[in-house]
């Protein structure tokens, strides 16, 4: 008992960083994005040429972008580099759809 004693108290700063890293890795992130960065997004994509109006959703589980540009293929793609650049999402977790009037 003694030992064991003995080499906790010498690894005992290790240990105490492993269980803050430990506790640190079990606290949920806060990147949940505000309404304000939606609204950004939104806004930047609608400046861009033949995009025309965007609105978007985030989710933890994705990107939806609804715009009126969605129906060509080279616009589309920008939509999606500019999204995958700004959420870190993948191209499987970015849907954008054409927006209807």
């Keep these: 008992m003694k030992e064991l004693r ?3 108290k010498a690894y ?3 240990l105490l960083i492993l269980a803050v890293g430990v506790a640190l890795m079990l606290i949920p992130s806060a990147a949940k ?3 304000a960065e939606v609204g950004g997004l939104g806004e930047a994509l609608s400046l861009t ?3 025309g109006e965007a609105y978007v959703l985030i989710s933890d589980n994705g990107v939806v972008v609804v715009c009126d ?3 060509d293929a080279a616009t589309r793609l920008e939509i999606i580099t500019a999204v995958k650049t700004y959420t870190g999402f993948g191209a ?3 849907t954008v ?3 209807n009037r």
């Design 12 to 14: 005992r700063f290790p």
């Design 97 to 99: 759809l054409k927006r």
């Design 6 to 8: 003995d080499k906790l």
């Design 49 to 51: 040429q033949g995009v």
């Design 92 to 94: 499987d977790q970015i």
């Design 33 to 35: 994005s505000s309404a």
């Design 69 to 71: 540009g969605a129906s």
